[in-house]
């Protein structure tokens, strides 16, 4: 079928289906943006480098305290 000159074929979706469209666009922003959100909460959850160090630091103390009382257990048995 030919084209007439200056029919603008934007026109020929029913105003349900450009409302469904602009609906989704929406959900897609808001969709976006929230995972952007959530992506930015973990980072900062996420524990700084020296702060990470400190806590190697005491969780292997605790360890090896647990490990020499549980090696003077062992030998008094």
């Known amino acids: 079928p030919s084209k007439f000159p200056g029919f603008d074929?934007?026109?020929s979706q029913?105003?349900?289906q450009q409302q469904n469209q602009e609906d989704y666009a929406?959900?897609?922003a808001t969709l976006i943006s929230?995972?952007?959100k959530d992506i930015d909460t973990l980072?900062?959850?996420l524990?700084?480098?020296e702060s990470s160090t400190e806590i190697q630091m005491?969780?292997?103390?605790?360890l090896e305290s647990e490990n020499?009382?549980?090696a003077e257990q062992l030998e008094e048995v």
Do not use: D, H, N, V
Not at 58 to 62: A, E, F
């Open 26 to 28: 929406m959900l897609f």
């Open 68 to 70: 020499k009382e549980a």
């Open 34 to 36: 929230r995972c952007a």
């Open 58 to 62: 005491q969780s292997l103390k605790r």
């Open 9 to 11: 074929r934007s026109g």
């Open 47 to 49: 524990p700084s480098e």
């Open 14 to 16: 029913t105003p349900q």
């Open 43 to 45: 980072i900062e959850s």
